[in-house]
C-alpha cells in the first residue's frame, strides 16, 4: 500500500485498533449529498473551495490532488478517504473510468467530507503531585511522564497536581491543580494534513502555548460550559470556575476568538474575527452564567519581586513583591523551568507576600502576576532563584563573675567549608563598628572590658561552593549594658 494507507496513529494502537475507523457504507448519490454539505474549506496541494462560515455551507467543498505516475482512483481514495469504495464517487465526480492508470499532473478534485481524519496523540511531558486519567467512562489511574493520551482521555489534577500535554506539532496545554479536563478531539486530516484539536475544561484552569497554525483549516479551541475559545497560534490561558460558572480568558500573546458555548462550534478555517469577540494581546474578558460575552479588558501589569536576587535559603520559601496599587490579590508559581511548563507550586494571596514552606535544593522559576477586581489575572513576570538552604543560629550570654560577653554561632550546611565575621557596633545599621572581626574559623568569640551602653551584632556566614560565593547573616540583636554591671 501507499501513501497513508493503514496508518495506525499510536493512539489506536494503545487501544487495540489496527486501522482507521471507516465511514457507513452509503449509495454513492447519499456520500456525494454529504460531501456537497461539508463544513468548512480544507487546504490541498493546489486549492480549495468555497470559504466556510459558522453554519452549514450549500456548496459543495471539494480539495485537490494532483496525481503522480502510478496513481489510479482505487490508490487515490485509499490514501485519503474515509473509505476506500468512495473510488466510484471520485469517477463520477471527475469522469475519470475507474480502472485507468492515470497520468502524473492531474487535477483530481476530492469531496471534503469523505476524507480520512486520522487520529492524534498528546505526550504527558510534565506531572507533578496529584493528577490521573482515565478512558473514557474507566477508572482512573495515576499519570506519568512519556504517557500519550487522545480523545475521549479524562484528566483531573488534585491541590497542588499538575500535568504538562505536548501536541505533535510542539504545542503545550498545561493542566492546572483541581482542574478537570477531556480531550474531546484530536485529528488530522488526509491529504490537507489540516490539525482539528478540542479540549473539553470541566472546572479550573488551562495554560495554552499553541503553535503558530500553518493551514487555515487548522483548529484548536478550549471549550468550557459557558464560552469556545478559538486560536490559530498564541498563549492564553482559560479558566472556569464551575461553582459560579464563569469562564476568564486572558490573551498574553496573539488573539482568542471566544463565542458562547450554546453556538455551534466555528468551523475549521473560519477567522478569528468572525468570533462574537475577538480578545487580543494583554486583554482578557469574563463570561458569567448569563451567556453573555464579556467585552475585552486590559490586563494589569506584571508586578515585580522587591529583591530578585536574593537566595532562597531560609527554611521555607517566601517571596515579597512590590505592591500593585489596582491589584486585588497575586498569584505566585514556582516551576523547574522557565516556560513553567513542570510546574510544581502555585498559591493566590491578597497581599504582596508568598510563602511556599519547605522545598528541596535547586535552581527554580517563579511566576508572578497580580489579579484584578475583576477576577481577570493580569501579565506574568518571570524570575529564576537558587533553592540553598542555610540556616545559621546565634546567641550571646556573660560569663559569670566577669565583663566578658560570648557570642555563638552554627550554620546548619554541613560539607561546606564555612567562615564567619561577627560585627558588634553601637547603633543597628553596624556602620560604625566596635568589633569587626573576619575570617573566623570558630563557631564563638569572647569580647572583653565593654563600657556601658546599647550594642548590636550579627553574625555573617560565609561559604564557597560551585564556584560561587554565599554569605548569610542572622538577625540583628542588641543587648544593653549597665554601669551596674561593670
Same mark, same amino acid.
Given at each position: ?142 499519570? =506519568?511522564? /512519556?504517557?500519550? *493520551?487522545?480523545?475521549?482521555? !479524562? +484528566?483531573?489534577?488534585? @491541590?497542588? %497536581?499538575? #500535568? &504538562? ?101 466555528? =468551523?475549521? /478555517?473560519?477567522? *478569528?474575527?468572525?468570533?462574537? !469577540? +475577538?480578545?487580543?494581546? @494583554?486583554? %482578557?474578558? #469574563? &463570561? ?199
Amino acid at each position: 500500500m501507499s501513501g497513508h494507507f493503514g496508518k495506525t496513529s499510536a493512539v489506536d494502537a494503545r487501544r487495540g485498533l489496527t486501522q482507521p475507523a471507516r465511514a457507513v457504507r452509503l449509495p454513492g448519490a447519499v456520500r456525494c449529498l454529504a460531501a456537497a454539505l461539508a463544513l468548512g474549506p480544507m487546504m490541498a496541494h493546489a486549492h480549495t473551495g468555497t470559504q466556510a462560515s459558522h453554519g452549514p455551507s450549500l456548496q459543495p467543498v471539494y480539495v485537490t490532488y494532483v496525481t503522480t505516475q502510478g496513481d489510479t482512483l482505487y490508490e487515490i481514495a485509499r490514501r485519503y478517504l474515509r473509505d476506500p469504495h468512495d473510488w466510484t464517487v471520485l469517477s463520477r465526480l471527475n469522469k475519470v473510468p475507474a480502472p485507468r492508470h492515470l497520468q502524473a499532473g492531474v487535477a483530481i478534485r476530492l469531496p471534503a467530507a469523505l476524507l480520512r481524519q486520522d487520529q492524534e496523540s498528546v505526550r504527558v511531558v510534565a506531572t507533578s503531585g496529584p493528577a490521573e486519567h482515565a478512558f473514557g467512562a474507566g477508572l482512573y489511574t495515576p499519570l =506519568a511522564v /512519556g504517557m500519550t *493520551l487522545g480523545e475521549a482521555d !479524562q +484528566l483531573r489534577t488534585g @491541590h497542588d %497536581g499538575f #500535568v &504538562t500535554l505536548e501536541l505533535q506539532d510542539g504545542s503545550h496545554v498545561s493542566v492546572s491543580q483541581d482542574t478537570t479536563v477531556t480531550i474531546s478531539k484530536l485529528r488530522e486530516t488526509a491529504l490537507t494534513e489540516s490539525t482539528d484539536r478540542v479540549i473539553q475544561l470541566k472546572q479550573g484552569e488551562v495554560d495554552n502555548e499553541v503553535t503558530h497554525a500553518t493551514r487555515k483549516d487548522d483548529r484548536f479551541q478550549i471549550r468550557s460550559p459557558s464560552v469556545v475559545a478559538g486560536v490559530r497560534g498564541t498563549r492564553f490561558r482559560v479558566d472556569y470556575d464551575s461553582d459560579a460558572q464563569r469562564t476568564a480568558v486572558e490573551v498574553l500573546d496573539g488573539a482568542v476568538g471566544v463565542d458562547p458555548a450554546s453556538m455551534a462550534a466555528p =468551523a475549521p /478555517g473560519v477567522p *478569528l474575527q468572525a468570533s462574537q !469577540q +475577538l480578545v487580543s494581546a @494583554h486583554f %482578557g474578558n #469574563v &463570561t458569567s452564567a448569563s451567556g453573555a460575552i464579556g467585552a475585552p479588558v486590559e490586563l494589569l501589569p506584571a508586578p515585580a519581586l522587591s529583591e530578585p536576587g536574593k537566595t532562597q535559603d531560609a527554611k521555607t520559601v517566601a517571596f515579597d513583591l512590590v505592591s500593585e496599587a489596582q491589584a486585588a490579590g497575586y498569584r505566585v508559581q514556582i516551576a523547574r523551568d522557565a516556560d513553567l511548563l513542570d510546574l510544581i507550586r502555585d498559591t493566590r494571596v491578597s497581599e504582596p507576600h508568598a510563602d511556599f514552606g519547605a522545598l528541596p535544593d535547586g535552581t527554580y522559576f517563579v511566576r508572578i502576576a497580580a489579579l484584578g477586581s475583576d477576577g481577570l489575572e493580569g501579565l506574568p513576570q518571570t524570575y529564576a532563584f537558587e533553592r540553598r538552604q542555610l540556616g545559621l543560629s546565634a546567641s550571646a550570654e556573660r560569663r559569670a563573675g566577669s565583663r566578658d560577653y560570648t557570642f555563638r554561632w552554627f550554620a546548619s550546611r554541613p560539607g561546606v567549608e564555612t567562615r564567619f565575621r561577627f560585627v558588634l557596633g553601637l547603633s543597628a545599621d553596624l556602620r560604625n563598628p566596635v568589633v569587626d572581626r573576619t575570617d573566623l574559623p570558630a563557631g564563638e568569640i569572647v569580647v572583653t572590658d565593654l563600657p556601658a551602653g546599647v550594642y548590636y551584632w550579627t553574625v555573617i556566614a560565609e561559604q564557597f561552593e560551585n564556584g560561587r560565593f554565599y554569605e548569610k547573616s542572622s538577625s540583628i540583636r542588641s543587648f544593653t549594658l549597665t554601669r551596674q554591671d561593670n
